[in-house]
């Protein structure tokens, strides 16, 4: 593949150690809490690969150690480090989540004011192509931001750098993760 | 500040044109600068506003802008007549009018104030800026107002280049703080609306076309299709592919493996072999590896492993799900896995040898 070879070592060993930690938790699991931890583990490794300089990443984090289960994973995946960094980063959550309210309560008054003078304008008029357009992206654009962890913070030229690097550390993460599985079935097969 | 400029006995063009710079300025923060500026001079050699006008212009913009003294010492005195003999060119105040008219900020060039200084007392700092060697609006990049204004030089600059005998150092410095700015130039085509917000806009649209293209690049199959929307589309679709990937994989990796430990040299060791079909890890997994293998005693402790890995099997099968789930993946894979073994056990023996 491309030069992701070091990403991927970077992400391969930091998942390993994850599970490793996670493994020494509890011993007996069903299949879906297995899968669980290993996507957690997966994604949190894959987040932190990019060491927070993107949003997603951070975002990511901070959803993973919102809740109190899979807090010690989080902990231990990213290692003692970060424990300081993690109450910035809740806070960091917490204050987007506070403007974003507020953006959406402000966007609602705007729209409703809009709804109010469009239907006023626009019933003699037709509907321009441009209009038309402007609405299919704009829908696109909210469906990839519920897409994105912490999409919903980005403005749109933020959103499309963090779906560019969203896209390539998936990628990367598939790409482990196939050929650990297919190790591993072979291993099953065998 | 005006009385240390009025004292000057050498009235040079320069005098009158700080002068008119100071008072032109002033609107834009800069009187704190020009006071520094002038106030400066005391901590050099000299005591008066005369002092300053010995150093070389770029020596005045250093103690405009920056605080490093060792650059003072480093600019040398030729680029006083550099800066003389570049400063007459009375033909290209049109042109900087022009460009005052469609900058990007051209609101505050029209102060009116301003209008008759601003060409000259720009030229002035264009120039000033053309010779110095660092970048200063770096340094100013707490105050956009100033950074502003450097990009209307910067613009002026770009019309003013080719009269001037620059030096080709010069010349490169300033594409390079063009580079190092983080506001972009935008230049208004002809016929396009010249006000700032339509500009502004227009910048960020080019922003993001850019990075469009990019995702275009980097999503197989999206390169045909033209229109935001279906590329967005495209996009989405793809994501959620490869997040939906991720959750099946997760889910093979929970049902083949009843500990979530892994084992982890025997799943190295499986792994390259995946590798050497996937050709994913060209050499990504081998080195890795190979510094845990510490000598060839290790092999033979995999191969036991993997016995015992083996053994292990019987095991699952208490786990009626996971049964279930290895018969119909050992099916998808078992024409892969013939492969698959095949080359493992060529590297085994590679190993041993």
Redesign the interface.
């Known amino acids: 593949m491309r030069p992701h070879s070091s990403l991927k070592q970077e992400f391969v060993k930091k998942w390993m150690a994850g599970l490793q930690r996670c493994s020494f938790s509890n011993k007996n699991m069903s299949i879906l809490e297995r899968k669980k931890a290993i996507k957690l583990s997966a994604d949190v490794a894959m987040a932190s690969v990019r060491n927070s300089t993107t949003c997603w990443s951070r975002a990511l984090i901070s959803s993973a150690s919102k809740d109190g289960s899979d807090n010690h994973l989080v902990e231990q995946i990213l290692g003692p480090e970060t424990e300081s960094n993690r109450p910035a980063m809740a806070n960091k959550a917490q204050t987007r989540r506070a403007s974003v309210c507020k953006k959406i309560v402000k966007r609602s008054r705007r729209i409703r004011r809009r709804g109010r003078r469009k239907c006023v304008a626009a019933a003699p008029a037709k509907a321009l192509t441009s209009t038309i357009a402007k609405h299919l992206v704009r829908k696109r654009t909210q469906v990839l931001k519920s897409l994105i962890p912490g999409g919903e913070f980005m403005n749109e030229i933020c959103l499309i750098e963090e779906t560019l690097d969203y896209i390539t550390s998936l990628r990367i993460q598939v790409d482990v993760m196939r050929s650990l599985a297919a190790g591993a079935s072979v291993r099953a097969s065998e | 500040m005006e009385s240390n400029a009025g004292t000057t006995e050498t009235r040079s063009n320069l005098t009158a044109s700080d002068g008119g710079e100071v008072t032109a300025f002033e609107s834009l923060q800069f009187t704190d600068k020009i006071h520094r500026l002038i106030l400066a001079p005391t901590t050099d050699n000299a005591s008066s506003f005369t002092a300053l006008l010995e150093l070389p212009p770029p020596q005045a913009v250093e103690l405009l802008h920056s605080p490093d003294s060792p650059k003072l010492i480093a600019a040398s005195p030729p680029n006083v007549e550099v800066f003389e003999g570049s400063f007459r060119f009375p033909s290209n105040t049109g042109l900087i009018e022009r460009d005052a008219r469609f900058s990007v900020f051209s609101g505050e060039a029209n102060n009116s104030n301003e209008k008759r200084n601003s060409p000259e007392s720009k030229n002035v700092i264009a120039n000033l800026e053309k010779n110095v060697k660092t970048e200063p609006a770096e340094t100013e990049s707490s105050q956009p107002t100033v950074e502003k204004r450097s990009i209307k030089r910067k613009n002026r600059e770009n019309k003013v280049k080719g009269s001037t005998k620059k030096s080709k150092t010069a010349a490169n410095e300033s594409s390079e703080d063009a580079e190092k700015l983080p506001y972009v130039h935008v230049r208004a085509r002809r016929g396009q609306a010249t006000d700032s917000h339509s500009l502004a806009e227009r910048a ?1 649209r080019e ?2 076309n850019a ?2 293209k ?2 275009q690049e ?2 197989p199959g999206c390169n045909k299709i033209s ?3 279906l590329v ?2 495209e ?2 679709n ?3 592919s ?2 939906r ?3 099946f ?9 009843p ?4 084992n ?1 040299d ?2 190295f060791t ?6 050497l ?2 050709s ?6 081998m080195p ?1 590896m190979w510094p845990e293998v510490q000598g060839n005693g290790h092999t033979q402790q995999y191969q036991h492993q ?1 016995h015992l ?2 053994l292990q ?1 019987p095991v699952w099968g208490r ?1 009626e ?2 049964n279930n ?2 018969t119909p ?2 099916s998808l ?2 024409y ?2 013939s492969a ?2 095949a080359t ?1 056990q060529a590297n085994q023996l590679k190993m041993e040898l």
């Not at chain 2, 994989?249 to 493996?257: D, F, Y």
Request: hydrophobic share 45%; glycine share 4%; with cysteine.
């Open positions: 960020r922003k993001i990075r469009m990019l995702l980097l999503v229109g935001t929307a967005l589309d996009i989405i793809h994501v959620q490869l997040q990937q991720v959750e994989l997760s889910m093979k990796l929970a049902a083949v493996n500990r979530i430990d892994f982890l025997s799943v499986s792994e390259s072999g995946g590798s079909m996937d994913n890890f060209p050499s990504l997994v890795a993997w890995d083996a099997q786990e799900v996971c789930y290895i993946e050992n894979l078992t892969d896995s698959n073994s493992l």
